[in-house]
């Protein structure tokens, strides 16, 4: 079979050249709309990572496509109906790093809590006044963490070891973990309204676009703390930085914005001639705004990028390809 993998690291590389033996295998650096499509187009199996857009008007290029295995859990960068519709199988990495993931959550926390990130400006600047640098306990404050999936539980579970008061909102609520974990689920507004700190691991979905939007910012209490490791489009950037600037929101440690894929690779954003609308050219603006404050923490899609968990990943995707090649039953597939 023919396979392009994208978007990978060099070590993957070797990784997947002692394991794939037989095939047609094609590495590409960059996501898969930058790759030339001459070479691309006859793919069997796409291997890629989440900024490869993989649309329908890109996907209708692709001749002989029979399996996308995207090297992550979330797949909203992928038309799953498409897919569908043309019988692509679109396989996922469903849990490589639950843990990876709340850690990094707890990360910009703790952080923000402590005010880590500006202690450490100062003191290289030989500051080493306690200006600015009063923190607080995480002990006994209420977290609300939005989604009790795989990432959620981890987070649940690590909020219980700093002794915070757990409560949490999903709409498909698996009401046993209330008692293993030891916390209450409760509705969407009385979480907002409760929680000091509010951490989010929900989807991103149609349903879930702008979920923390400025009616859901009014309900918080004043001087919540966001922590957002799930996607961008989750929160309206906007409302939070009104939220920020007016101080009813007291920080945000974000992980992923909402126009991180346009600020990830600003030199192309300047030197491309695609014509970005006005509201893209907002999102850029609004993200430089966030990323200068000084109660944000934004860290760039970081969070599921351990060593062990990046194993996990690869692993994962090759067991998703030799799926396809050895015509066996899907074990990830998201699309059926
Ligand atoms: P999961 O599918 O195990 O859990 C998601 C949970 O959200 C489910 O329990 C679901 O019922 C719940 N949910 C759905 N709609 C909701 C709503 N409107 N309000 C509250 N809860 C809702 O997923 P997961 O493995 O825990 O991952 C969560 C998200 O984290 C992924 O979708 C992905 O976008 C993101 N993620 C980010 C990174 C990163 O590097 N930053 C890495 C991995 C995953």
Redesign the pocket.
Known sequence: MKIAFFELEDWEKGYIAERVHNQDIRYYDVPVAQAPLEEIKDVDIITCFIYSKLNKELLEKFTNLKLIATM???F?HIDLEYCKEKGIVVCNV?????N??AE?AFGLLLNLSKNIHKGYKKTREGDFSYDGLRGFDLKNKTIGV????????CSIKIAKGFQMNVIA????Q?DSLQEELGFVYKS?DEVLAESDIITI?????P??NH?INKEAIDKMKDGVIIIN???GPLIDTEALITGLQTGKVGGAGL??LEGENIVKDELDFIKSHTSYTKEQLKLVMQDHTLMKMDNVLVTP?????TKEALQRILDTTLTNVFDCIEGRDYKHQVNK
């Open positions: 992550s859990t979330g909203d469903p849990a490589y790093g639950d990876t993931v990094h939005l989604g009790t999936g795989r990432i959620g539980q909102y999903d709409p498909f698996k969407l691991h929900v989807p991103l979905l349903t879930t979920l490791t799930s996607r992980d992923v899609h970081l969070a599921f990028y």
